[in-house]
């Protein structure tokens, strides 16, 4: 009986071992891949459009650099990479400049709204599993001196919930708390 589950142990774990080899031509990222973002660009998964699904086992990272004093705008033209809870198995993750601050993490078949930078570079770092996934992902990047904030609609990256439990009959000490933190939030952001 042992013997039996340990060949079928073995039969699986060759199985296995045969289908991520029969991927071993695909694409591999290796070293950082830097992009000048003073002109207007596209940036795509790893075979976007060659492929209908991206590799396995990715770990991809990309600097987009703009001149000092420059902002970075992130727009995706089309977005499938594979949905799991919290984007754990498949992701694309942007970062600010030299990964301060996370600006977003993405996954799922909806495109993520735009992205502004806070400074001039950003990094993106896209991982996959050994799982297959999605088409991928097709952005386009720009920069700029004065790129206006309100042309990006802004990124929910964690929702809060607030108890009334210490103000149930003070509806306004409510909104005055709600709305000193929301003030202090965005301060701490700038």
């Known amino acids: 009986m042992v013997r039996s589950l340990f060949l079928g142990f073995v039969a699986n774990f060759l199985l296995l071992a045969a289908l991520a080899a029969g991927d071993e031509d695909d694409y591999q990222c290796s070293g950082v891949y830097e992009y000048d973002a003073s002109r207007k660009g596209n940036l795509s998964s790893p075979l976007y459009g060659k492929r209908p699904q991206y590799p396995i086992n ?3 990272q990309y600097e987009l650099k703009a001149p000092d004093g420059h902002r970075i705008k992130v727009t995706f033209k089309d977005f499938d990479v594979d949905v799991s809870s919290r984007c754990t198995q498949d992701q694309l993750a942007i970062y600010g400049k030299n990964y301060h601050g996370l600006l977003g993490t993405f996954c799922g078949h ?9 400074e001039n570079e950003i990094v993106l770092i ?16 720009e920069s700029g001196p ?6 990006v609609h802004p990124t929910i990256l964690r929702k809060i919930y607030i108890s009334a ?5 003070d509806y306004e000490r409510l909104v005055a708390a709600v709305a000193t933190w929301l003030q202090q939030s965005l301060e701490r952001e700038k």
């Open 58 to 60: 990715l770990y991809c």
């Open 110 to 118: 909806e495109l993520p709204r735009p992205i502004l930078s806070k």
């Open 126 to 141: 896209f991982r996959t599993d050994f799982m297959k996934g999605g088409r991928g992902y097709l952005l386009e990047y």
């Open 146 to 151: 004065n790129m206006p904030r309100s042309a």
């Open 165 to 169: 439990q210490n103000y149930a009959n």
